[in-house]
């Protein structure tokens, strides 16, 4: 099975910084990789598909890379609104549908 | 608006049955495949199970494999979850989610429940 590991798994930074988290697959996964944005006590919410494709509604600053198994979310300047846990997930070949780990974003 | 409402979750004992449901509404459930995620206490997703729209085909995590089975009503616009020989670990909030085109799926979520509570303990 095809793991999918983030990091960090927990960050903090300042209002207006660029922040940049990464996915990687043990195996190449083309681009089939989504995001998703928990905050807390709340349901995920998909951000980004086919690696680099924003949902309808999701604001610009969220920016997704990658290709293969190095996949990249970046937020380009932090507001206290994204104050979230992020998801990535494969999703190349079902029924194997994988989640990674998680990446906790704090406001310093 | 597009709305998913699960229900049907509660404490039971290991070993114990439970049936999950989902009411959909605001879309055409008929036409998108379905999936079932849970969130145990603390950690993060783990996707379950995926139907179809017709419910021809159906696909499950290796963890749950045997024990759950997915199913819909299209009658009824409801999806289900029937998780039977439970155990501990399968303690967790249990969200179904969309898939997110119509008829072929992507397998991944675009609309998703606010869940329903598992607890397995004696």
């Known amino acids: 099975d095809i793991q999918m590991t983030q990091s960090p798994s927990s960050l903090s930074a300042s209002v207006g910084d660029r922040v940049t988290i990464t996915c990687r697959a043990s195996?190449?996964?083309?681009?089939?990789l989504a995001w998703y944005q928990q905050k807390p006590g709340k349901v995920p919410k998909l951000l980004i598909y086919?690696?680099?494709t924003l949902q309808s509604g999701v604001p610009s600053r969220f920016s997704g890379s990658g290709s293969g198994t190095d996949f990249t979310l970046t937020i380009s300047s932090l507001q206290p609104e994204d104050v979230a846990t992020y998801y990535c997930?494969?999703?190349?070949?079902?029924?194997?549908?994988?989640f990674g780990g998680g990446t906790k974003v704090e406001i310093k | 608006q597009v709305q998913l409402v699960e229900s049907g979750g509660g404490v039971v004992q290991p070993g114990g049955s439970l049936r999950l449901s989902c009411a959909a509404s605001?879309?055409?459930?008929?036409?998108?495949?379905m999936h079932w995620v849970r969130q145990a206490p603390g950690k993060g997703l783990e996707w379950v199970a995926f139907?179809?729209?017709?419910?021809?085909?159906?696909y499950y995590a290796d963890s749950v494999k045997g024990r759950f089975t997915i199913s819909r009503d299209n009658s009824k616009n409801t999806l289900y979850l029937q998780m039977n020989s439970l155990r501990a670990e399968d303690t967790a909030v249990y969200y179904c989610?969309?898939?997110?085109?119509?008829?072929?799926?992507?397998?991944?979520?675009?609309?998703w429940g606010k869940g329903t509570t598992v607890t397995v303990s004696s």
């Open positions: 989610a969309k898939d997110t085109t119509v008829v072929t799926p992507v397998y991944y979520m675009d609309v």
């Open positions: 605001g879309f055409t459930f008929s036409s998108y495949g």
């Open positions: 139907i179809r729209y017709d419910g021809s085909n159906k």
């Open positions: 195996q190449g996964i083309s681009n089939y």
């Open positions: 086919a690696a680099s």
């Open positions: 997930q494969k999703y190349n070949s079902a029924p194997s549908l994988t």
